[in-house]
């Protein structure tokens, strides 16, 4: 029986040229039609969290539309505008949109605890430049971002999904990377980081093997000083683990 998930996938006005030649595969490796890349965790929402979706939600929480989005009407100015998929509690976002108060951060996190914390932190700290979409990331690009629209796309510490089973729904691979490759203007820069080795080897193959980009380093780049050290990345690095950024530019 033919594997469902391995259908192509429908076209949309979205889609670019480039989105029509990634799902080509090399021999004997399948992509799956669309990445997985999350599972629906459980979490309960704080009080904090909640007042903060009910007061900040309105304003800062942008409905998912299949449609291409306007964001200069969306952030009430015209500004650079990075992508960061999966933000997690959101603390690096709500650090790099106040240092960086000159560009427009577009931020995709399906977990709603996870929402609520980084509305939480717009409010504590009075940002204005952060959207974010509660939704599956690869559907936003898919169905909301226009080509070149994006100076630069963020994606710290991806879910690793460590088993060799799993590995088919890490977020960077070939087809995706391609796409979002195509949603940066040139010059725009994609900004990967990761504490596993593996999928960090994984994003430098599979980044220096895009057409598109360009490396900005020999191998792994330092860490740009604009993203912070999380808790979480503090507590992994005392017990001797390591960090790996890549950070690759779109080539004119
Ligand atoms: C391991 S956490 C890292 C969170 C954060 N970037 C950090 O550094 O702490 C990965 C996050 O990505 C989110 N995520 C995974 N796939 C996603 C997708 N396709 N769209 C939106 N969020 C996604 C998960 O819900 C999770 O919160």
Redo the contacts with the bound molecule.
Sequence with gaps: MTDPTLAPAPAHPAATAADATVGTPPAGVAYPKT?K??VR?AGRTTTGQAKAFEDLGPRFVLPYTAAPLDADAAFGRSAPLVLE?????G??TAHIARVRPNDNFLC????EP?VGALLKRIGEQGLTNIRILQH???EVIDHMLAPACLDGIHI????PWHKKKHNKRR?IQAPLVAKLAARLKPGGYLHCATDWQPYAEQMLQVLGAEPLLANTAQGFAPQPEYRPL?K?ENRGLRLGHGVWDVVFVRRH
């Design positions: 990445i890349s999350f965790r998929i999966g933000f997690g509690m603390e690096a995709c996190e399906v977990h996870g599956d990331a690869v710290f510490f991806p879910d977020l999380t979480f």
